[in-house]
């Protein structure tokens, strides 16, 4: 391999890994917003500037950005109908039973 195609390697990875990025993260909103969900929310990770990750039970993840912040946590339970974007959090109260918390 030439010198001249070297140069563009790093290139051609940072592209590749972008379009593999984009592809995971639409495949995840798109299977969020199809399914019908019943969840507990079972972790998180804020590795991200600005941006939070609920992972659900089901495999399923809820992203939260700084213009669509979440106030939700670990021990939730999330509840939303198929092919909406709309879901419900429901939080454990003082007597241990999920009671509605918030609609996002």
């Known amino acids: 391999m030439s010198k001249k195609y070297i140069k563009f390697l790093p290139l051609v990875i940072a592209v590749i890994a972008i379009t593999v990025f984009l592809v995971f993260v639409n495949y995840n909103y798109s299977r969020f917003y199809r399914e019908k969900v019943n969840s507990k929310v079972t972790g998180r ?55 509605f918390y918030k609609a996002y």
Request: aromatic letters at 14%; charged letters at 25%; proline letters at 0%.
């Open 45 to 99: 990770s804020n590795w991200q500037l600005r941006t939070a990750e609920f992972y659900l039970e089901n495999g399923l993840q809820v992203d939260s950005t700084g213009i669509l912040s979440y106030d939700i946590k670990v021990g939730d339970s999330i509840s939303k109908e198929m092919n909406t974007g709309k879901f419900n959090v429901y939080r454990k109260s003082k007597f241990n039973r999920f009671e």
